[in-house]
């Protein structure tokens, strides 16, 4: 079956250190976006990226950073330099980088805690 | 900002009631997008509608558009405990989706 997926499901992270949370999908679609999500909250475009080798920053993109060597792929990176990292990362993709009318698909998440 | 505010923050229903859930905007759009989230997991997309048009239905869903409001809204008919999830709406201008702060549906047997 076609989707999205992301691991790991739960990861933990010490101070100082950084992590990179996986996102892979196969559904061939051009465009893949990372979203942060705080209790309550809606979602927080982290950066999106439209084709490989090119991504642009989102509403809050400071502390992290993101690749897109592979058109299936798009890790992000949540560095020691995001000071509140404790979230709800979603990542998405949509079949066309400028189709408007193209929903998101999501994978099913992960949760990254400070120890 | 085109980011959707939904309304209200959390409706608790029985089973077989009907859910409204409304949804507005600061911007113009060109489509609106309703999503779901079961609890700790990702979104997914239930319905779309587009600039030009005022009503649509999937299902159990109906969505309506009210351009000149910059509101639209989501009816869940005959709803059931199934349906227990947060419900967002994402305005869809030219740049990318944003998304709201949800309404939080839950449904009692």
């Given at each position: ?27 061939n679609h051009d465009a893949m976006y990372w979203y942060r999500q705080d209790p309550g909250q809606g979602l927080r475009l982290i950066y999106y990226s439209q084709i490989v080798n090119d991504f642009q920053k989102g509403d809050i993109a400071e502390g992290y950073s993101v690749s897109r060597e592979k058109k299936e792929s798009f890790p992000l990176t949540v560095t020691s ?35 | ?109």
């Amino acid at each position: 079956d076609g989707g999205i997926t992301q691991s790991p499901k739960y990861l933990f992270r010490k101070e100082g250190q950084n992590v990179t949370l996986s996102c892979e999908q196969n559904l061939n679609h051009d465009a893949m976006y990372w979203y942060r999500q705080d209790p309550g909250q809606g979602l927080r475009l982290i950066y999106y990226s439209q084709i490989v080798n090119d991504f642009q920053k989102g509403d809050i993109a400071e502390g992290y950073s993101v690749s897109r060597e592979k058109k299936e792929s798009f890790p992000l990176t949540v560095t020691s330099a995001q000071k509140n990292p404790t979230a709800f990362y979603l990542c998405a993709s949509s079949i066309q980088p400028n189709g408007v009318d193209q929903p998101q698909h999501f994978g099913d998440g992960t949760r990254l805690s400070i120890l | 900002s085109q980011q959707g505010e939904e309304d209200p923050q959390a409706l608790s229903i029985q089973e077989g009631e009907n859910a409204t859930m409304n949804c507005s905007y600061k911007t113009s759009i060109n489509n609106l997008q309703w999503y779901r989230q079961n609890s700790g997991r990702g979104l997914v997309h239930l319905i779309l509608i587009r600039s030009n048009e005022r009503e649509k239905h999937s299902g159990r869903l109906r969505v309506t558009l009210d351009t000149s409001k910059k509101s639209s809204s989501l009816l869940i008919t005959a709803s059931r405990a199934a349906d227990t999830a947060s419900y967002f709406c994402a305005p869809r201008g030219y740049s990318t989706l944003t998304f709201g702060k949800g309404t939080m549906l839950l449904v009692s047997p």
